[in-house]
């Protein structure tokens, strides 16, 4: 069984490596959506895989080093693409919620990446 907590933060890029006429070469800025997917049983007794709140207090950290940040100037995020913020996210994540099955982060309303690791 899978369940999610979804999360939303606001940055601004740009990226420096597609040709200078392209739109997204020019600094702008999304509200990002984060959907953390975590997978297990649920616990016998409580019923739960997993409490929210701690899903929440593992997340916020990292999502703090993102809401309202330039990407770029974060170390590992020079070319911050929909893909490389989603191999940032997980391998700031993993870490600390082993449980976590995949990623799902929504650049715009209508495009986004999801993300298991690989």
Known sequence: MEIYKEFSFDS???????PEEHKCRQLHGHTYT??????GTPDKEIGWIMDFKEIKNIISPVIDQLDHKLLNDIEGLEN???????VWLWNH????LPALNRIELKETATTGVIYNGQ
Do not use: D
């Open 80 to 86: 911050p693409t929909a893909e490389n913020i989603s």
């Open 12 to 18: 601004a890029h740009f990226l420096p490596n597609v």
């Open 93 to 96: 994540i993993k870490s600390t």
């Open 34 to 39: 984060l959907r953390v997917y975590i997978k």
